[in-house]
């Protein structure tokens, strides 16, 4: 079967999907209505508080949201389970459960003066669940910003080799990335400080970002050879290289990194999907891998499945770390409350398309190719080095191009954690001012430079990624933090929807949310405690793992034990006032 079918069956029933369900969600569910004032214009302030255009928001909102995390789950799901069930798992939840998280995010976080969706529980429920909430989405930050800054440092320390000899060096990427770095920061001050319109900015420094590309391969930084120290030794110092970025993004204006930055990430991302398409319709590429797939021998196929394909993919089909952009930053500077159905549903739709195209990109291999051993950045890249060659672009250029794009979407959301998360410390500390702005960022970019920095294992004691081992703790964690931000979702509209079953819409997700996340949970915490049946203490950086994981678990188990009693104390009320009417 062509790739084309399946990728264009599944963005037809998206594009379906954001015209019916997207407007019964806007209408019946969230009620919008453009006659409110929404927070961006009541609270302007120039520095969080901006009243944006849909359409700058929309390519910031996209390239924050969408970051490694639709692409590496899905190729991880679908070399793990096949292309069938990934593909429905992205479809189906991105339209149901993905979409309706995202947008019910934004929608709370406007009408409660763009507050965070911990705000929204505090308000309805209490302050206990505001504080567990604060500390559980701390942690799911803590783990967002390892995985990701781990996997992408990988692509500036490894090498891809081609059929033809070729290769395409990390070094190659490193010096791409760090010159990408330095043009939002000068367009952002071009932007504030001169007559230079958006439109010229855009059109001078978009050039730029694929000179940078180009540059990149002829004078590759490689800093292993430069300080004469080892690929593992030099990822490490990658890695504190990329926290200091995030220190730094995190505590600057919008307008001096992140609004620029994300504009120019947000076109990254309409040029991969243009690349995309353009391999998919017209390279004639084969479905090559195995539409199902048992890669767990003896433990079966629907059992590891059930639940692990849920939280693999993570961002892909879903993500609670939305809820914190969402109600975050982007309620902060939706212009009206209309714009919430193209930039909550609409780019969470978008990003379900590049799931697909990651997905696509491990169908067209064979079965047991060597790329699949690799990390998903690389089979990703490759992909789309395949796609740029159908229009005489050299290989090993698309495949700069694709590691790049990669990393511009980590370096999106990684800003946006590290302010997120100095947010959340704020709140919970009452640190305040440049200080307070200072100490918290540490804090949120600290732990995780910490856990980089330890030799760990998975269960058999055997090294492994750092990525590779933290990727199932934070699917489960960034998908039970959806499910809880949608239980925060429903108690707001069981008391303020007109629509007295509204609520339903974003209860039922939840709950199936919360099974699936809390199995996957369990999963990984027994393969570190159980060998054989028989109960074994973790030892040394081995604990690390199933504590992460006990946390969780105990946090939303808790959370929604105080959240239960108001729904339904909520539903009682809505019971009775329908049947005495």
């Known amino acids: 079967m062509n790739i084309l079918v399946v990728v264009g069956i599944g963005t037809l029933i998206l594009i379906a999907a954001y015209f019916t369900y997207g407007r019964f969600i806007s209408k019946k569910v969230f009620e919008l209505d453009d006659s409110r004032t929404v927070p961006a214009v009541e609270m302007e302030d120039g520095i969080d508080y901006v009243p944006t255009d849909a359409k700058y928001l929309a390519g910031q909102h996209f390239s924050a949201i969408a970051a490694a995390g639709p692409v590496t789950g899905p190729i991880i799901a679908g070399i793990s389970f096949g292309w069938v069930p990934t593909f429905l798992w992205i479809i189906f939840g991105t339209i149901f459960i993905g979409g309706v998280h995202d947008m019910g995010s934004l929608v709370a976080s406007i009408r409660h003066k763009a507050a965070g969706i911990a705000d929204t529980m505090k308000t309805y429920v209490s302050k206990r669940v505001w504080i567990l909430f604060n500390i559980f989405i701390f942690f799911t930050l803590v783990m967002i ?85 080892s690929l593992e030794g030099s990822q490490k110092i990658w890695n504190f290289i990329v926290i200091a970025y995030c220190f730094i993004a995190g505590i600057v204006p919008v307008w001096a990194l992140l609004q620029p930055r994300g504009h120019l990430g947000g076109y990254f991302l309409y040029a991969t999907l243009i690349v995309a398409f353009i391999g998919i319709i017209f390279g004639g590429f084969d479905t090559q891998y195995p539409a199902w797939v048992n890669s767990f021998g003896n433990e079966g196929f629907w059992r590891p499945m059930f639940p692990m394909l849920f939280i693999t993919v993570a961002c ?37 398309v590049v799931a697909l195209i990651a997905l696509s990109t491990v169908m067209i291999l064979p079965k047991g190719d060597s790329l699949l051993s690799k990390s998903p950045n690389f089979v990703y890249a490759s992909g789309l080095g395949s796609f740029m060659e159908l229009i005489g672009i050299n290989k090993s250029f698309g495949i700069s191009f694709g590691l790049m794009a990669f990393t511009t979407f980590v370096y999106d959301t990684l800003d946006v954690c590290t302010r997120l998360g100095r947010f959340i410390v704020q709140e919970l500390t009452g640190w305040s001012g440049k200080g307070g702005r200072i100490l918290s960022t540490l804090l949120i970019g600290g732990i995780p430079l910490i856990l980089m920095s330890i030799k760990l294992t998975d269960p058999s004691g055997t090294p492994i990624a750092i990525w590779s081992l933290f990727w199932k703790t934070f699917g489960s964690s960034n998908q039970l933090l959806a499910a809880l931000a ?54 040394g950086t081995n604990i690390i793992v199933p504590v992460l994981c006990l946390i969780y678990i105990v946090l939303a188990i808790w959370v929604v034990i105080e959240c239960a009693p108001a729904i339904i104390k909520n539903s009682k009320n809505q019971t009775q006032i329908s049947t005495e009417a």
């Open 145 to 229: 910003i390892v995985a990701f800054t781990d996997i992408t440092t990988s692509s500036f320390v490894n090498t891809i080799e081609l059929a033809d000899g070729e290769s395409v060096g990390g070094g190659a990427t490193a010096t791409s990335s760090i010159l990408y770095l330095i043009l939002p920061i000068i367009m952002g001050f071009c932007l504030k400080y001169t007559k230079l319109s958006l439109k010229w900015a855009t059109i001078i420094f978009l050039p730029l970002v694929a000179v940078s590309i180009w540059v990149g391969q002829y004078i590759p930084f490689n800093l292993n050879e430069v300080l004469g120290i």
């Open 316 to 352: 892909g089909a879903c993500s609670g770390f939305h809820s914190l952009v969402s109600s975050g930053t982007t309620s902060k500077q939706i212009a009206r409350e209309s714009d919430t159905k193209p930039i909550g549903y609409g780019m969470m739709l978008a990003e379900a």
């Open 486 to 539: 949608l239980v925060g979702i429903t108690v707001w509209l069981q008391r303020t929807a007109k629509n007295k079953k509204a609520w339903y819409v974003t209860l039922i997700p939840a709950i199936f949310m919360f099974i699936m996340s809390t199995w996957a949970l369990l999963d990984t915490l027994r393969s570190y405690t159980f060998v054989n049946g028989a109960f074994v203490m973790p030892v």
